[in-house]
């Protein structure tokens, strides 16, 4: 089974960008659907996005839209997750998480694997 690794959190100021990078191990992260996901301490984890295994496919949540975007580095077996024009909404945990299944799905319970979690945090 494939496993996930985030990276790239940290302390950003509002409106500036991080790139949070997801590398599978074990499996070829293009064989899976992932998608990302944000939990802010106390509430349940949210969608971000996620892509497809073929073809390019995304889905954003619509707070996201236009300043995010998820991109694959095949050579890299890494999922990346561009985030521009950051918003000030305090300390959060992004995951990425993988699916077997062709899917862009916002629910959490649709992915099967997940990574441990990368911790950002833009000041609110």
């Known amino acids: 089974q494939v496993q996930l690794v985030e990276s790239g959190g940290g302390l950003v100021q509002t409106g500036g960008s991080l790139r949070l990078s997801c590398t599978a191990s074990g499996r070829t992260v293009s064989d899976y659907a992932v998608g990302w996901f944000r939990q802010a301490p106390g509430k349940e984890r949210a969608f971000v996005g996620s892509l497809i295994q073929t073809g390019g496919k995304t889905a954003y949540a619509d707070s996201v839209k236009g300043r995010f975007t998820i991109s694959r580095a095949s050579a890299k077996n890494t999922v990346y997750l561009q985030m521009n024009s950051l918003k000030p909404m305090g300390p959060a945990t992004y995951y990425c998480?993988?699916?077997?299944?062709?899917?862009?799905?916002?629910?959490?319970?649709?992915?099967?694997?997940w990574g441990q979690g990368t911790q950002e945090t833009v000041p609110q």
């Open positions: 998480a993988a699916s077997k299944h062709i899917t862009t799905s916002p629910t959490p319970s649709d992915y099967a694997y």
